[in-house]
């Protein structure tokens, strides 16, 4: 332990420790800031369709129009479906249960995911 008896050597010592500190965040900040890794599928061999992606493979190079969401909603027997078009802001929570179909500038269908 450090015992300083002189006021100023304490007020150095303290100054020294602000001073650290938000240098500490800014390391620490670099981090955090970085993009996540993507976990690795150790099952790839094995992956289920759990929203019915598969369903929607036959709609590929289709344009989703409102007839076709439906038929594919009565063929995967639920309406958890989304339509992503480029550049929308879409959650990034992760459900096994939704199918998400990616769309392409004029609509058509280039991709089909659960999540």
């Not at 100023?8 to 420790?17: D, F, G, H, I, V």
């Not at 992606?53 to 639920?78: D, F």
Request: proline residues 6%; charged residues 20%; contains cysteine.
């Amino acid at each position: 332990m450090i015992t300083l008896s002189r006021p100023s050597s304490r007020l150095l010592l303290y100054t020294a420790a602000l001073c650290l500190t938000p240098a500490a965040m800014v390391a620490g900040g670099k981090e955090m800031a970085s993009r996540p890794v993507q976990p690795v599928n150790r099952n790839e061999g094995a992956q289920l369709d759990t929203c019915g992606q598969q369903a929607a493979q036959r709609l590929m190079g289709l344009v989703v129009t409102p007839q076709a969401r439906t038929e594919l909603q009565k063929s995967i027997r639920h309406d958890r479906m989304r339509i992503v078009r480029p550049g929308a802001v879409i959650t990034q929570d992760v459900r096994p249960d939704r199918l998400n179909l990616i769309v392409d500038d004029s609509g058509r269908l280039v991709a089909a995911r659960c999540g």
